[in-house]
């Protein structure tokens, strides 16, 4: 029991130190600025790029080499997301 108070105390006085109160501060605003970029490059760069390219979707550009497909379009979207 008391080595679980202690625990406790000792954890206690970690988490609430700056450093852990701003990084979990961090992975909420990171987490949400994930969703803002993602929505931008999904509604609106890659339409926009769509129209550049004469109404072609850039996630669907591939090319097969044998039996493998080489899906760059995927990549050039996760690129542009990044």
């Known amino acids: 029991m008391i080595l679980i108070k202690n625990f406790l105390t000792e954890f206690k006085e970690f ?13 909420v605003n990171g987490a949400a600025f994930t969703t ?12 926009v790029v769509g129209i550049l390219t004469g109404g072609h979707d850039i996630s669907a550009l591939s090319v097969t080499i044998g039996s493998a497909k080489l899906a760059y379009g995927f990549f050039y979207k996760l690129l542009l997301t990044f």
């Open 36 to 47: 803002i970029i993602t929505s931008l490059v999904e509604n609106i760069s890659i339409l």
């Open 15 to 27: 988490a609430f130190r700056g450093n852990v109160l701003d990084l979990a501060a961090g992975i």
